[in-house]
């Protein structure tokens, strides 16, 4: 489908019944709306669920202070800096173990490894979107649209079920993008022999 900000933002205000918008600078109602909510509803959507499209993965950069020495926290763990692009983690790795200690903080994950390679949900372009997201995104922007722009209760309530149909449909489309992984080394699985 390949849907712009915009585009996605004048698909959910068409369901809604309301003008669509051509960009967010326009002075009505409908932009000024569409352009406080949609980052934030578009991660919030992003965050919800590990999807596949959005996982990307990088070994980390450890965070010098600013005397060119190694900045560690003060609970001994080492820092490293989150990638501009990062909205949710899925996994942190390190050389040492699949599993080290690690703790999110603003702007940074502190590890007790000396590399971190970390697994996560990325903020990308919209174009690059897949459709069942882009289908459950303007339902979504439809819902949180609803009621600042329409009033209607009911209305912004229907919306509301209809995008948590859709993005559960999406959330079904999206795990069919690759192999289940395989379950090994279960010992319910033993036990049946």
């Given amino acids: 489908m390949a849907l712009s900000d915009v585009a996605l933002c004048a698909r959910a205000l068409v369901m809604i019944g309301v003008n669509p918008i051509a960009s967010f600078a326009e002075e009505t109602v409908e932009a000024e709306v569409a352009g406080m909510l949609y980052p934030a509803l578009r991660d919030g959507m992003l965050a919800a669920y590990p999807w596949r499209f959005a996982a990307r993965g ?17 609970d001994g763990m080492h820092e490293f800096a989150l990638p501009g692009d990062f909205i949710r983690l899925l996994a942190l790795e390190s ?20 590399r971190a390679y970390l697994r996560y949900v990325g903020r990308m372009a919209e174009a690059s979107f897949p459709v069942w997201f882009d289908m459950a995104l303007i339902a979504r922007l439809a819902a949180e649209f609803c009621l600042p722009l329409t009033e209607s209760t009911s209305r912004a309530e229907y919306l509301h079920k209809r995008a948590d149909d859709l993005f559960h449909q999406a959330r079904l489309a999206d795990a069919q993008q690759s192999t289940p992984r395989r379950i090994e080394d279960f010992p319910l699985l033993e036990a049946r022999g």
């Fill in 95 to 114: 050389e040492a173990s699949a599993l080290p200690e690690f703790e999110l903080r603003k702007g940074i994950v502190a590890c007790d490894s000396n």
């Fill in 58 to 74: 990088k070994w980390l950069s450890r965070r010098v202070s600013q005397d060119s020495e190694d900045e560690t926290a003060p």
